[in-house]
T-cell receptor
C-alpha cells in the first residue's frame, strides 16, 4: 500500500530557528505539492513541482520559505527564520499530473514559539 | 477566476440521518470535481470524483453528481455513521494535465450516536 510519508510528524521550535520538513512522494508520481493548513486560512497551496521542477510557488512567502526536490524520492520545505505565524500543519501530496488525484501525507504539525 | 464554495459547518447529525453538504463552483472550461475527506489527525483522502457533467461519483455510501447547469457538486449520504465524522473538502481541477486542485474551505461533520 503505497503512501506519501512526511517527517517529522511534529515539530516545536523557537522563533528564528530553521525548520526543515521532508516528504517522500509515492514512487513513480511526478507531481508534488506542499500545502499549509490553518484554522483561519484553511488549506493553502504553497508550492508545486512536476518532474522535480518547481512550476508554481506563488503561494509561498519567498523571503523565508524555500522548497526543493533534490531527487525524485525527496521533497523539502524549509523555513528560515521561522515565526510564530508559521505555526500550522504542512501537508505534502503527490500524484500523476494526468490523473489529477492527489495523495496526501499525514502532515507535519509545526509550532513556533 | 476558479473557486469553490462549501456550506459552512459544523454540520451536526444523529447516526443514520441523511447528509447533504453543499458545494458550488466557478470555473472556466470543464473542470473535474472532487470530494476529499480528512479524519482527525490525518491528511486528506480522495472520497470520490466526477470528470464530466452528469457524472455521479460514489464511494463508501457517499454520492455526488456533477451538475453543470447549477455549477454544483453536492455530497450526499443516506445514513451517516459516527465514523463519518470528519472534515469534507470539495475541490476542482484548475486545468487539465497539471494536477493542481482548488479546494473549498472544508465542512466539519459531527455525527452523534
Amino acid at each position: 500500500d503505497a503512501r506519501v510519508t512526511q517527517t517529522p510528524r511534529h515539530k516545536v521550535t523557537e522563533m528564528g530557528q530553521e525548520v526543515t520538513m521532508r516528504c517522500q512522494p509515492i514512487l513513480g508520481h511526478n507531481t508534488v505539492f506542499w500545502y499549509r493548513q490553518t484554522m483561519m486560512q484553511g488549506l493553502e497551496l504553497l508550492a508545486y513541482f512536476r518532474n522535480r521542477a518547481p512550476l508554481d510557488d506563488s503561494g509561498m512567502p519567498k523571503d523565508r520559505f524555500s522548497a526543493e526536490m533534490p531527487d525524485a524520492t525527496l521533497a523539502t520545505l524549509k523555513i528560515q527564520p521561522s515565526e510564530p505565524r508559521d505555526s500550522a500543519v504542512y501537508f505534502c501530496a503527490s500524484g500523476l499530473n494526468w490523473e489529477e488525484t492527489q495523495y496526501f501525507g499525514p502532515g507535519t504539525r509545526l509550532l513556533v514559539l | 477566476g476558479n473557486s469553490v464554495t462549501q456550506m459552512e459547518g459544523p454540520v451536526t447529525l444523529s447516526e443514520e440521518a441523511f447528509l447533504t453538504i453543499n458545494c458550488t463552483y466557478t470555473a472556466t472550461g470543464y473542470p473535474s470535481l472532487f470530494w476529499y475527506v480528512q479524519y482527525p489527525g490525518e491528511g486528506l483522502q480522495l472520497l470520490l470524483k466526477a470528470t464530466k457533467a452528469d457524472d455521479k461519483g460514489s464511494n463508501k455510501g457517499f454520492e455526488a453528481t456533477y451538475r453543470k447547469e447549477t455549477t454544483s457538486f453536492h455530497l450526499e449520504k443516506g445514513s451517516v455513521q459516527v465514523s463519518d465524522s470528519a472534515v469534507y473538502f470539495c475541490a476542482l481541477s484548475r486545468s487539465s494535465n497539471t494536477g493542481k486542485l482548488i479546494f473549498g474551505q472544508g465542512t466539519t461533520l459531527q455525527v452523534k450516536p
